[in-house]
């Protein structure tokens, strides 16, 4: 089903450092909405290796109705992951950061953490979308402001939500930083506003560069509440005396990437040219292309497609789709499916396609108390087979997202302006050769599957562009795709 593409070193299996005497390490933090990793990598005969330092687990801390993440856990496990290199003997060169969008952390005047964030999956901003329409702004102004996609958990809207509970972390901040700025702040005292990681808060313009301080206003906001915007590749400062202490580390290096961890993995796409559209699968999946500018217009705003702040002045045009979320929900309530992912799969593609199908972006998917009985209930609502057992319902979830692809595929080609000739699968997801298949087949285009630790990669990359090791983004995919092994799958319909 499936052929090489090109075989140097396999991502799930990165290649170690034990044994290289390399001067220049990077210093990777990729943090997830489930889980965490540091990752150590070098440049050298042109090639990029690296090694894993640390996984764990990010979990969301549900107290007093609402769902947190716990930033000091995070930070302390960055702090074990220094700890380790400092071990290991490996001289870190720099860090770099990134994580997901749209959450943020409030600090005090005293300059400390005033709360743990709330979590973009806490239910406070239900129904707070349309409120903020209909008492601020309405839709059409702000999409034409921002080009960003309408999620009711984008910061502009939990930011009007906390303001309209009266949140004291936030009418006491005097600084607003986004998770991977807030981490930066934590490790060296300086407060960014790093580009990417802005641009999914429907809070920054595009045309400007820059927070929009018309939507700031609308809640309650200042400019001078936010750091100075910083660009991926950007170097910020170096650690805190206490970090410092606490690591056994020197005055090492931290550096903005993008912060965002999508704009992360789409810098590492081993792409050829401009012609090309990617899909990061993970826990979400994000289908876009990369463009010069941003496309805000009528038909973007009908289709609720996102512009997002990419590296180099570029924009990553995309969609968000509910992705692995939705499978990797359910696994956790079979009981008698297999543990391996090959074999459980290879079940459900034993099953009869097409037999139901949901959406997997409808809100009944969002954060259900059983997410096997959401799908049940959407199938028995809407007519369809009612998928029973853990193979039926894997395949409904399998086609659901094939059929979805197809249709934000069909919409980024109408929008594109230009030929799209590969579509380039990162993350997580690009594991998955059944899925790829079916994408390659229901898009109707070639699909080139990894690297999975795209996100890392990129990171990496930019902190290697910011030693001035790489000229720019182009270099860096010639340098990732001959680091890395990738499948080719070919459309078969």
């Not at 990752?39 to 007093?64: A, H, P, Q, W």
């Not at 839709?139 to 009007?160: A, E, P």
């Not at 641009?199 to 939507?215: F, H, K, W």
């Not at 590969?422 to 087949?441: E, K, P, R």
Request: hydrophobic share 40%.
């Amino acid at each position: 089903m499936a052929q090489v593409f090109r075989a140097n070193f396999a991502p799930d299996k990165l290649i170690t450092l034990m044994e290289m005497k390399q001067e220049k390490y990077f210093f990777a933090v990729d943090l997830g909405a489930t889980s965490g990793r540091t990752i150590v990598g070098c440049l050298s005969d042109g090639r990029l290796k690296m090694e894993v330092m640390t996984r764990f687990d990010n979990r969301l801390i549900e107290t007093g109705g609402h769902f947190y993440w716990d930033i000091f856990a995070l930070y302390d496990e960055i702090i074990k992951g220094l700890q380790l290199t400092r071990q290991r003997g490996l001289s870190i060169q720099s860090i770099g950061i990134d994580t997901w969008g749209c959450d943020f952390v409030c600090i005090g005047k005293d300059k400390a953490i005033l709360r743990n964030p709330l979590a973009y999956r806490d239910p406070h901003t239900v129904g707070v979308m349309e409120q903020y329409f209909n008492e601020k702004m309405d839709r059409q102004t702000v999409y034409g402001k921002t080009g960003i996609q309408f999620m009711n958990f984008n910061s502009l809207f939990q930011l009007y939500a906390m303001g309209k509970a009266d949140n004291v972390a936030l009418g006491n901040a005097e600084k607003i930083l986004f998770i991977p700025d807030a981490l930066i702040y934590m490790l060296t005292g300086k407060a960014i506003c790093e580009y990417t990681v802005a641009s999914t808060s429907q809070m920054l313009n595009p045309a400007t560069g820059d927070l929009d301080v018309e939507l700031l206003e609308s809640v309650g906001l200042r400019r001078s509440q936010f750091g100075e915007m910083t660009r991926p590749a950007t170097v910020v400062g170096t650690l805190t005396d206490e970090v410092q202490r606490l690591t056994g580390l020197g005055a090492v290096t931290v550096v903005a990437v993008a912060g965002h961890d999508t704009a992360s993995a789409v810098a590492a796409i081993p792409a050829r040219d401009e012609h090309f559209a990617y899909l990061s699968s993970g826990t979400w999946s994000l289908m876009g292309i990369e463009t010069k500018e941003p496309i805000i217009s009528a038909r973007s705003l009908e289709l609720n497609f996102t512009n997002e702040g990419g590296i180099e002045g570029t924009t990553r045009f995309l969609k968000n789709i509910c992705g692995m979320w939705i499978y990797e929900r359910c696994r956790k309530e079979w009981t008698d499916a297999p543990d391996s992912h090959a074999e459980l799969q290879a079940e459900a593609m034993k099953q009869p396609a097409m037999r139901c199908l949901i959406n997997p972006d409808d809100e009944a998917f969002a954060n259900p108390p059983s997410m096997v009985k959401a799908i049940e209930d959407y199938c028995r609502r809407t007519g369809q087979h009612v998928p029973q057992g853990y193979a039926e319902v894997c395949r409904c979830i399998f086609d659901s997202l094939a059929m979805r692809y197809r249709e934000v595929f069909n919409w980024l080609k109408e929008l594109a302006g230009h030929d799209i000739s590969v579509l380039h699968i990162i993350g997580g997801g690009s594991l998955n050769d059944w899925l790829n298949q079916m994408t390659a087949d229901s898009c109707g285009v070639t699909v080139v599957a990894g690297p999975q630790e795209a996100t890392a990669i990129g990171n990496i990359m930019l902190q290697a562009k910011a030693s001035g090791e790489v000229k720019d983004v182009w270099e860096m995919r010639r340098i990732i795709a001959q680091s890395i092994e990738s499948k080719e799958f070919r459309n078969n319909k």
